[in-house]
């Protein structure tokens, strides 16, 4: 009976999900479904049969054969329950493992947005430097400034040196002008005083001459 | 026993021609779509492709979406200059100006939208149109090339405004200072001038030449590449590349690069710069060589960094010259792949 029950034509619905399931199933063999069928066999023929010893052996092989059965249900029961808790693990890996993939994202995000940042710094600190090169070649302002100034100072001091100077030269001038001036003077006064002595010689000798009118 | 020597397959003409073509190719400019998803590519043919950024980035990216979506002919000459608009994508090649609409491209109607042509002192020279640069603030377009001017046209209503004159040679590249709304522009007379756009005057020359530190006579004085940031300056070419400070109009770090740099670009705290020689190279400010990344033609005419926001997955590094190939860096370390014509 149960042979033709356990042939795939008979099976109601899909064969294919049936035999997975079976096959998943059973995965200790045919071992537990014949441990069944060999113990409801067993007990029909222990109901059936007659003497008292072979009655109690078969007895006690019955209920070793019901703790293997019930053992394996116990195995199987766990199983079942740490596939369970597995795959709730496995859910809650899952989120986390997705969490912090958006978190990466968000990182890379912000990385890229850093990475912009600095190359612009690195950019403007190159431009910095390039003019700075081109500024070092000049020379320093503040030297400049000193050469500028003392030059400055020696113009003023040369400058009054020659102011000096041409005072002097000017009073030099001054002085010999009135000393020339005073010679001229002089000498003029001389030829004057002379002719005016020659007039006089001359008009006394004509008196002399003409004495008596 | 004989090796069984299998029969040449005559090629067809047109496939050698193509493949001649590909190997004579030069691209000249890119540009990249508003969207961010979109790239052209200008070549001396005159073409246009459009390659399709997220198709080649993507994770099932194959060998055709390495190819362009849709190429046409937009020009007879070549396409020297591109640039592109929240709408249009304008290029520019031998003397004239064309728009096309993005969206029609992509849905490859390649029909121009319209044309123009800057005024020329006579109608007999048709000089090329070397650069062109966006204003955004005053809706208008800068176009400066052979002629040794640089115009200016509204994009609303396609007039020229202004031509601001100046320069005694052509002129090969501009760059917009956003802070004053100043241009500058570098020639093949070797000055750099600031151009003022409200009083349409010459601001400042700086004439690169006369500079000791960054001459290189035996190269020439022309200036091939601007880049500028407000308060800074990068230019190269004939000269050695060389960091300016605009203010003070002094040379501040001169890179130790050999090669004539055909384009240059800030970047972050970087300054990339490409040109004769395979490498796309990355400086830092202070003039030392952070990186020199190969690409895959031999000499590279023009970068493009494609920074929409719009489409973030799609933010590369090009990179085309004197090849039919435009290479990809998706991270400025080492070239990913190389889309081609």
């Known amino acids: 009976m149960e042979r033709?029950?356990?042939?795939p034509e008979n099976w109601p619905g899909t064969a294919d999900e049936v035999i997975r399931k079976r096959l998943l199933i059973d995965g200790d063999g045919a071992g537990d479904d014949r441990r069944i069928n060999l113990l409801v066999k067993s007990f029909i023929k222990w109901c059936n049969s007659g003497s008292q010893e072979e009655g109690y052996s078969q007895y006690q092989r019955m209920l070793s054969t019901l703790s293997q059965c019930e053992f394996s249900m116990g195995k199987t029961l766990l199983v079942y329950d740490m596939n369970l808790r597995e795959m709730e693990n496995y859910e809650k890996i899952y989120k986390e493992i997705e969490c912090s993939i958006a978190g990466a994202h968000e990182k890379i995000a912000e990385c890229k947005k850093q990475i912009l940042q600095a190359k612009r710094i690195r950019k403007n600190r190159q431009e910095y430097d390039a003019l700075a090169k081109v500024i070092q070649h000049h020379p320093d302002r503040h030297e400049t400034l000193k050469e500028l100034e003392a030059l400055g100072k020696e113009l003023e001091h040369l400058s009054h040196i020659k102011e000096s100077v041409e005072d002097k030269l000017e009073l030099r001038r001054k002085q010999f002008h009135v000393l020339l001036s005073t010679i001229h003077e002089l000498q003029q006064t001389l030829e004057n005083d002379e002719k005016l002595s020659e007039v006089e010689e001359a008009q006394e000798t004509s008196m002399e001459t003409d004495p008596k009118p | 026993m004989e090796r069984?020597?299998?029969?040449?397959?005559?090629?067809?003409?047109?496939?050698?021609?193509?493949?001649?073509?590909?190997?004579?190719?030069?691209?000249?400019?890119?540009?990249?779509?508003?969207?961010?998803?979109?790239?052209?590519?200008?070549?001396?043919?005159?073409q246009i492709a459009i390659f399709s950024l997220s198709a080649a980035l993507s994770s099932e990216a194959k060998e055709e979406s390495k190819k362009p979506i849709v190429t046409f002919q937009a020009h007879d000459g070549p396409v020297y200059s591109m640039v592109s608009t929240d709408r249009h994508l304008l290029s520019a090649g031998d003397g004239e100006v064309k728009a096309w609409l993005w969206a029609e491209i992509l849905k490859k109607g390649c029909k121009e939208l319209w044309r123009r042509q800057p005024p020329y002192r006579t109608s007999l020279e048709v000089?090329?149109?070397?650069?062109?640069?966006?204003?955004?603030?005053?809706?208008?377009?800068?176009?400066?090339?052979?002629?040794c001017q640089l115009?200016?046209?509204?994009?609303?209503?396609?007039?020229?405004t202004r031509a601001l004159r100046g320069h005694?040679?052509?002129i090969h590249c501009l760059a917009l200072r956003e802070r004053s709304p100043e241009v500058l522009s570098g020639g093949e007379d070797g000055a750099v001038r600031l151009w003022d756009l409200r009083t349409a005057r010459e601001v400042q020359t700086i004439e690169v030449y006369k500079h000791e530190e960054c001459s290189r006579p035996h190269n020439g004085r022309w200036i091939g590449c601007l880049a500028t940031d407000s308060d800074w300056m990068v230019c190269g070419g004939g000269p050695a590349l060389t960091l300016w400070h605009l203010?003070?109009?002094?040379?501040?770090?001169?890179?130790?690069?050999r090669a004539p740099q055909k384009h240059v670009t800030f970047y972050q705290d970087l300054i990339l710069s490409a040109g004769q020689g395979?490498?796309?190279?990355?400086?830092?400010?202070?003039?030392?060589?952070?990186?020199?990344?190969?690409?895959s033609s031999p000499g590279l005419l023009s970068l493009s960094l494609n920074q929409q926001p719009a489409?973030?997955?799609?933010?590369?590094?090009?990179?085309?010259?004197?090849?039919?190939?435009?290479?990809?860096?998706?991270?400025l370390g080492y070239r990913a792949f190389s889309l081609s014509f």
């Open chain 2, 127 to 147: 000089p090329e149109i070397n650069a062109l640069l966006l204003v955004p603030k005053e809706n208008s377009l800068i176009l400066a090339g052979g002629d």
């Open chain 2, 247 to 257: 203010r003070s109009s002094t040379p501040t770090t001169v890179f130790p690069m």
């Open chain 1, 4 to 7: 033709i029950a356990l042939r």
């Open chain 2, 168 to 170: 005694t040679d052509y």
């Open chain 2, 278 to 295: 395979r490498c796309v190279n990355q400086w830092q400010l202070s003039g030392e060589l952070k990186a020199q990344v190969p690409g």
């Open chain 2, 311 to 331: 489409a973030p997955e799609c933010k590369v590094l090009t990179a085309a010259g004197n090849s039919c190939r435009v290479d990809v860096f998706t991270n």
């Open chain 2, 151 to 160: 115009h200016t046209m509204d994009l609303e209503t396609g007039t020229f």
């Open chain 2, 4 to 46: 069984a020597v299998p029969p040449a397959v005559p090629l067809g003409q047109m496939e050698v021609f193509q493949a001649l073509q590909r190997l004579h190719m030069t691209i000249f400019s890119q540009s990249v779509s508003p969207c961010g998803k979109f790239l052209a590519a200008g070549n001396n043919y005159g």
